[in-house]
């Protein structure tokens, strides 16, 4: 079993409602980190390479602890000479509270919340060019991003089922979309995210597990050649001399109506064997969860 799981995978072109529409994402903030320290900050505090984050390619990344545990997982985007990023909106405040203690030693640098702007998920490649115009067939692998007039369309994982997924990441305005598109829920959105493999944080989750036991190293979210950075070295010697015995993986079960805790115990013959991450909940399908994995 791989971290991407066991899943029986479906045909791309799924039955599913959600196989293709778009969701508002309200419940994440961009945040734009603008000025002469811009790269140098963010190189000291995320585990991305910032010479790696181009106009034409945005990856993952995440900020940890002096021990390695991550408390912000997020996504780097070039626009012209400024950084951007996404924050969840609830742990927004003291995420960036937590980061301006760095930020002070670059003078004539900030970072706020773009009011203005807005994430748009895509699911599937007809959504996406619907949307954002015929260049989005030109994205194909993760992290291919491409300027268009009203923001950047970035291409992310695909689902386990093959839907293709994208962002929109709206900078100026809030452009309108295409009357003819589903529009789903962000509990949609997130089952898509875990049928791609792609975690994210909770207040429970936060400054518990270091990159490489989220799967951050298999979604480009981990530079293991980069210089310093705030708990480099507990995630570099993990990598090089380590062994990691927690892994997320995708655990799929049925019988309940509503989704369980995120801190739900997963056992096997009565044997504790993880610990349950997001959740999703549908009364049509079965549950995907996420699982951290300890044997």
Not at 76 to 101: C, F, G
Not at 159 to 171: D, G, K, M
Request: hydrophobic letters at 35%; one cysteine or more.
């Amino acid at each position: 079993m791989t971290q991407q799981d066991s899943l029986p995978h479906t045909a791309p072109n799924s039955s599913h409602p959600e196989s293709n529409g778009y969701a508002l994402l309200a419940n994440r903030v961009i945040v734009r980190i603008s000025g002469p320290g811009t790269d140098k900050f963010v190189q000291g505090q995320f585990t991305q390479h910032v010479d790696e984050v181009t106009s034409h390619q945005s990856l993952r990344a995440a900020a940890c602890n002096p021990k390695g545990r991550a408390y912000c997982l997020t996504r780097l985007v070039r626009d012209q000479h400024d950084l951007l990023m996404d924050l969840d909106v609830d742990q927004a405040d003291t995420t960036l509270s937590h980061l301006r203690k760095y930020l002070m030693l670059f003078r004539g640098t900030t970072m706020d919340v773009v009011p203005s702007a807005r994430i748009v998920g895509l699911l599937g490649e007809s959504t996406a060019i619907a949307a954002a115009g015929e260049g989005a067939e030109a994205l194909i692998r993760p992290g291919q991003a491409l300027p268009t007039g009203a923001g950047i369309l970035i291409r992310l994982e695909d689902t386990a089922e093959h839907t293709a997924r994208y962002e929109w990441w709206q900078l100026d305005g809030m452009p309108s979309l295409p009357a003819n598109l589903n529009e789903l829920s962000i509990d949609d959105w997130n089952r898509a995210s875990i049928l791609a493999g792609v975690p994210w944080l909770t207040p429970d989750s936060k400054d518990a597990y270091v990159p490489q036991m989220l799967n951050l190293q298999h979604l480009q979210g981990v530079h293991f050649k980069k210089g310093c950075y705030t708990g480099q070295e507990v995630i570099a010697r993990m990598h090089f001399l380590g062994q990691l015995k927690k892994s997320l993986f995708r655990l799929r079960f049925s019988g309940a109506d509503t989704s369980a805790s995120h801190r739900y115990q997963v056992a096997e013959r009565r044997q504790k064997c993880g610990r349950g991450g997001q959740c999703h909940c549908h009364r049509r399908w079965p549950r995907r969860a996420a699982r951290r994995h300890s044997p």
